[in-house]
Every structure is written in structure tokens, then in C-alpha cells.
């Protein structure tokens, strides 16, 4: 019997059970005291109630109730929001780096950023024994990041029962072993990029380019050699990004060198050579540690992918941005690089709404990761690492919760979706203290096409092979902008207490 897992169905929380922003606290607060108001003024008992009921009613179901996925008030926000940047122009952004020029020192001096990217980013150079990194210090969410490029293994699928239980107790290892281990990194993000491919691009380009004046067996030698290389049809990358908390004892060992930025560099580079050592026992491959020209190619590839990942030549952080972002579109996001062909890339990012509530298969991203054909997609998720004890401890408390709220009364049945919740709660609770990790994820789906029209259709796709994966999405208009940011390696799209 292959191996499970069970994701916990989220239930809906009421007003005790959920936190909530300052400005739901404000409009609900406020509802409350217009009604009593309301209620004093009006003389007629009848008119009172009424009075009373509607304003507060009104007031917590903006605040409260659901309305097409998320609430009232927060999509007031969303729409409120996207107006303004429409007005002040922030929705459009075009690339300075051709009039940037260097400073004498060779250095290139800052740009703005696209829309929804981290501002003020700071980028960090690290020696390691694998090779240099870039390291991105994100002031404004207090956290450093670093992109090293790991291979998997291959042939999962093919693989038997025993085989595939081993690899994901190696993997739950390395989970559990970088968070109760002591280091710094808190956060993880794996980012699967897939890009289609002409498989006969090779054999055309050799066509073209044959000399008819050369010898033979040289010719023949070549033709064999195509036969035998083997070509793929799409072009897989596997990204994982490690998240680093921007912490007082981090400054503190960083000042002992001569400035931040060798302590950074120092302390940082030091901390990720040890986790990529141990990336072994979760049966992964170091295939490269990503520096400042592989990483500002990779952004600049994902923004626009007739740009390539591999052509680092000129790629710095000034030119890691595209020529032209436009945002204002509700439903979609334009990019277009400085070599494209086309008019531009349209973009959706959809967040990953619901995850499975049956038990599922280690296999059951296959549908979304491996049978998606012709479609330009980045499947992100991002996890922070939560210690043992407090895995164990929210897992109780969601345990409790689960049962306190059933309904036990003598001659009520009870609810089977609820038996269903108590059992995975519990179940989640074991599977903690047996030594699984304990992690709070989220993930977001970015598809690209080169039309509005072929976008259309590649999201019809990508949603269903979501569904047959079963994940729910979300697609995330007036907020492309900012949501395709957390499908870039900046380990964002999750809050530090785990709400999105």
C-alpha cells in the first residue's frame, strides 16, 4: 500500500476563532456603535430593532461573511488599492538600466523595482565552497534570501513502494532536521519552473548550418551523435530558496567584521554551505548555487521568458528586471524584455486556494507537474519550518478544537465531514510526535503565454490539473502585480504566523 497524506479541510472560524486586521476591527466596531446609536435615537421599539439589526448586520457581514472566496471588505481593499496605484501610475513600469551608467568604482547604482517586488533590496555576494551566491536582504520583511538549483530524484514514479517510503522519510528528515536544528534558516521555497521545448530544434539548426564540402565521416559522424543525444520537449528547473530571519544576534556576529556586508556575507555564506551539505540526506543533488548573474537572469527569464536562463551575459541587479511591466490590466499582468520578439508575456498568478481533503498519493501533483504539455508555468510553494514542540502543541490545539466543537448530544448523529476533520487533526497530531515536520505552507501557480487569447486557454488547462490534483485555485485579479512576487525566489507569500 503506497504511501498517504491527508491535508486537514480548513473550517470556517467565527468571530472568537479568528484575527482580525485593523480596518474589519474598525468597520466592525464602528457597525456595533451606529447601531446602538441608531437604537437611542429612534423612539419606536420596532424601528430600534430593526435599526439596530440592519447597521451591525451589515457591518459584520462585510466583515465576516464570505463573498467570492474572501470577504466583503477585503475586496473593497483590493479594489480600492488598485485604483489608487492606477491613478498615481505605479501600475506601469519601464526598466532605467540603459541610463543608469556606473559609478567609478564600477558599481551600478540602484533602480526602481517592477511593482509588487520588495523595495530597497539590498544584494549580498557569498563565497562558499560551492561556489559564489547572491543573498537578497529584504529590509522590509526583515529576511535574507539565497537560490541554490537542486536536481531530484528522476525516476520517482518508477520506483517501488519501499523505495518511494525511504525517499520521503530522507526528505521529512531534512525538514525536520533544519528546524529543530538550530541553524538559522526558518524558511524554505521550492519553485518548479517548466518551460516547453522544440525537441527538433537541434536537428533543424544542424540541417541549416551543414557544410556540403565536409568530409563524409565527419558528417555522418555528427548525424549519429543527434540520433543519439537525447532531447527533451519542455525544460524543467527545480529552485529552492532558503529564508533567513533578519534577528538581532545575526547583526551582532555580523559587526564583528570589518563592515555589514562582509559580516553578512561571512555569517550567511557559512550558514548555507552547511544546510546545502546536507541536502544529501534528503535525496536531493546540488546542481548549482545561483549568483548574482544566474539569479538576475532567472528574474529577468521569469518576467519574460524569451529571455533564456542560461544567458548570464551583461545580467546584473540592475539589469535583472525587464524593460516593461504594465499592471494595468485587471486580469492579467504584461511584461515584455529588452530582446523580445513579441509585443510582450501576459501573466496570472492563482493562489493555491485548497489542498486536498481525501488522503492522496506521493504522486498527486503529477497531473499539475508532469502531464501539464505546451504551457509556461512556475508552481511555488513556500513552508516555514516549525519546530517540533510547537508542530505538536498547534496540532493539539487544533485537535482540541476539532472535538470541542463536535456535537455530541445523545440522539444526535454526527456529522461524518466532522468525524473526518477529528480524525485527521488527531492523525496530524501522531504523525508530528512520530517524527514528521511540522511545517505552515502556501502555493502559488504562475502561468505565461505569449497572447491574451493562448493565456486563456493555458489557465483553462493549468485549473484543470489542478482539479485533478486536487488543489483549488484562486486566480488573484487586481493583484497580479504583487502576487507574481511570490512565485519569484523571494521565499514571500506567507506571513511570519502563517495567514496569508
Given at each position: 500500500?503506497?504511501?498517504?497524506?491527508?491535508?486537514?479541510?480548513?473550517?470556517p472560524?467565527?468571530?472568537?476563532?479568528?484575527?482580525?486586521?485593523?480596518?474589519?476591527?474598525?468597520?466592525?466596531?464602528?457597525?456595533?456603535?451606529?447601531?446602538?446609536?441608531?437604537?437611542?435615537?429612534?423612539?419606536?421599539?420596532?424601528?430600534?430593532?430593526?435599526?439596530?439589526l440592519?447597521?451591525?448586520?451589515?457591518?459584520?457581514?462585510?466583515t465576516l461573511?464570505?463573498?467570492?472566496?474572501?470577504?466583503?471588505?477585503?475586496?473593497?481593499?483590493?479594489?480600492?488599492?488598485?485604483?489608487?496605484?492606477?491613478?498615481?501610475?505605479?501600475?506601469?513600469?519601464?526598466?532605467r538600466?540603459?541610463?543608469?551608467?556606473?559609478?567609478?568604482?564600477?558599481?551600478?547604482?540602484?533602480?526602481?523595482?517592477?511593482?509588487?517586488?520588495?523595495?530597497?533590496?539590498?544584494?549580498?555576494t557569498?563565497?562558499?565552497?560551492?561556489?559564489?551566491?547572491?543573498?537578497?536582504l529584504?529590509?522590509?520583511?526583515?529576511?535574507?534570501?539565497?537560490?541554490?538549483?537542486?536536481?531530484?530524484?528522476?525516476?520517482?514514479?518508477?520506483?517501488?513502494?519501499?523505495?518511494?517510503?525511504?525517499?520521503?522519510r530522507?526528505?521529512?528528515?531534512?525538514?525536520?532536521?533544519?528546524?529543530?536544528?538550530?541553524?538559522r534558516?526558518?524558511?524554505?521555497?521550492?519553485?518548479?519552473?517548466?518551460?516547453?521545448?522544440?525537441?527538433?530544434?537541434?536537428?533543424?539548426?544542424?540541417?541549416?548550418?551543414?557544410?556540403?564540402?565536409?568530409?563524409?565521416?565527419?558528417?555522418?559522424?555528427?548525424?549519429?551523435?543527434?540520433?543519439?543525444?537525447?532531447?527533451?520537449?519542455?525544460?524543467?528547473r527545480?529552485?529552492?530558496?532558503?529564508?533567513?530571519?533578519?534577528?538581532?544576534?545575526?547583526?551582532?556576529?555580523?559587526?564583528?567584521?570589518?563592515?555589514?556586508?562582509?559580516?553578512?556575507?561571512?555569517?550567511?555564506?557559512?550558514?548555507?554551505?552547511?544546510?546545502?551539505?546536507?541536502?544529501?540526506?534528503?535525496?536531493?543533488r546540488?546542481?548549482?548555487?545561483?549568483?548574482?548573474?544566474?539569479?538576475?537572469?532567472?528574474?529577468?527569464?521569469?518576467?519574460?521568458?524569451?529571455?533564456?536562463?542560461?544567458?548570464?551575459?551583461?545580467?546584473?541587479?540592475?539589469s535583472?528586471?525587464?524593460?516593461?511591466?504594465?499592471?494595468?490590466?485587471?486580469?492579467?499582468?504584461?511584461?515584455?524584455?529588452?530582446?523580445?520578439?513579441?509585443?510582450?508575456?501576459?501573466?496570472?498568478?492563482?493562489?493555491?486556494?485548497?489542498?486536498?481533503?481525501?488522503?492522496?498519493?506521493?504522486?498527486?501533483?503529477?497531473?499539475?507537474?508532469?502531464?501539464?504539455?505546451?504551457?509556461?508555468?512556475?508552481v511555488?510553494?513556500?513552508?516555514?519550518?516549525?519546530?517540533t514542540d510547537?508542530?505538536?502543541?498547534?496540532?493539539?490545539?487544533?485537535?482540541?478544537?476539532?472535538?470541542?466543537?463536535?456535537?455530541?448530544?445523545?440522539?444526535?448523529?454526527?456529522?461524518?465531514r466532522?468525524?473526518?476533520?477529528?480524525?485527521?487533526?488527531?492523525s496530524?497530531?501522531?504523525?508530528i510526535?512520530?517524527?514528521?515536520?511540522?511545517?505552515?505552507m502556501v502555493?502559488?501557480?504562475?502561468?505565461?503565454?505569449?497572447?491574451?487569447?493562448?493565456?486563456?486557454r493555458?489557465?483553462?488547462?493549468?485549473?484543470?490539473?489542478?482539479t485533478?490534483?486536487?488543489?483549488?485555485?484562486?486566480?488573484?485579479?487586481?493583484?497580479?502585480?504583487?502576487?507574481?512576487?511570490?512565485?519569484?525566489?523571494?521565499?514571500?507569500?506567507?506571513?511570519?504566523?502563517?495567514?496569508r
Amino acid at each position: 500500500m503506497s504511501r498517504s497524506f491527508s491535508f486537514p479541510r480548513p473550517r470556517p472560524r467565527g468571530l472568537l476563532g479568528r484575527r482580525l486586521d485593523g480596518d474589519e476591527q474598525l468597520v466592525l466596531g464602528g457597525g456595533l456603535v451606529c447601531g446602538l446609536a441608531v437604537a437611542v435615537v429612534v423612539t419606536s421599539l420596532p424601528l430600534r430593532i430593526f435599526g439596530f439589526l440592519t447597521v451591525a448586520g451589515a457591518s459584520a457581514w462585510m466583515t465576516l461573511a464570505p463573498y467570492r472566496g474572501r470577504t466583503f471588505l477585503r475586496w473593497w481593499e483590493i479594489r480600492r488599492t488598485y485604483r489608487r496605484l492606477l491613478r498615481d501610475g505605479s501600475l506601469l513600469y519601464r526598466s532605467r538600466a540603459p541610463y543608469t551608467g556606473r559609478r567609478v568604482d564600477g558599481r551600478r547604482p540602484r533602480v526602481e523595482v517592477p511593482p509588487g517586488v520588495p523595495r530597497d533590496m539590498e544584494w549580498i555576494t557569498a563565497r562558499t565552497t560551492f561556489g559564489e551566491i547572491a543573498i537578497l536582504l529584504q529590509p522590509r520583511e526583515r529576511l535574507f534570501t539565497a537560490v541554490v538549483e537542486v536536481e531530484g530524484m528522476g525516476d520517482f514514479g518508477s520506483l517501488d513502494v519501499g523505495d518511494k517510503e525511504a525517499l520521503i522519510r530522507a526528505y521529512e528528515f531534512l525538514l525536520r532536521s533544519t528546524a529543530d536544528g538550530g541553524g538559522r534558516i526558518c524558511r524554505l521555497q521550492w519553485i518548479l519552473r517548466l518551460v516547453p521545448t522544440d525537441p527538433n530544434a537541434h536537428a533543424r539548426d544542424a540541417a541549416d548550418r551543414r557544410d556540403p564540402a565536409a568530409p563524409p565521416w565527419l558528417d555522418q559522424s555528427y548525424a549519429e551523435l543527434i540520433r543519439t543525444v537525447a532531447v527533451t520537449a519542455e525544460d524543467r528547473r527545480l529552485l529552492l530558496v532558503l529564508g533567513i530571519p533578519y534577528t538581532t544576534d545575526l547583526v551582532a556576529e555580523a559587526r564583528r567584521y570589518p563592515s555589514l556586508h562582509e559580516g553578512y556575507a561571512a555569517v550567511l555564506g557559512e550558514e548555507i554551505e552547511t544546510f546545502v551539505r546536507s541536502l544529501a540526506r534528503g535525496q536531493l543533488r546540488l546542481l548549482r548555487t545561483l549568483d548574482e548573474q544566474g539569479l538576475a537572469s532567472y528574474l529577468h527569464h521569469a518576467y519574460a521568458p524569451s529571455h533564456w536562463i542560461d544567458d548570464t551575459t551583461g545580467m546584473d541587479q540592475v539589469s535583472a528586471w525587464p524593460a516593461e511591466v504594465d499592471a494595468r490590466a485587471a486580469g492579467h499582468l504584461l511584461s515584455r524584455s529588452w530582446e523580445s520578439p513579441t509585443a510582450g508575456w501576459y501573466s496570472r498568478t492563482a493562489w493555491i486556494k485548497a489542498w486536498p481533503v481525501l488522503p492522496v498519493g506521493v504522486n498527486f501533483l503529477a497531473p499539475l507537474l508532469l502531464y501539464t504539455q505546451d504551457v509556461i508555468i512556475t508552481v511555488s510553494v513556500t513552508m516555514d519550518l516549525v519546530p517540533t514542540d510547537q508542530a505538536i502543541s498547534d496540532a493539539m490545539a487544533d485537535a482540541t478544537n476539532e472535538l470541542g466543537q463536535a456535537d455530541k448530544r445523545p440522539g444526535k448523529i454526527e456529522d461524518p465531514r466532522e468525524q473526518k476533520d477529528q480524525r485527521a487533526t488527531v492523525s496530524t497530531m501522531r504523525d508530528i510526535a512520530d517524527g514528521a515536520a511540522g511545517i505552515r505552507m502556501v502555493g502559488w501557480v504562475t502561468v505565461t503565454s505569449e497572447s491574451k487569447d493562448a493565456l486563456r486557454r493555458d489557465c483553462d488547462t493549468v485549473r484543470n490539473a489542478a482539479t485533478r490534483s486536487g488543489l483549488r485555485l484562486e486566480w488573484t485579479d487586481h493583484e497580479h502585480h504583487r502576487a507574481i512576487t511570490n512565485s519569484l525566489p523571494f521565499a514571500g507569500g506567507i506571513l511570519a504566523d502563517g495567514r496569508r
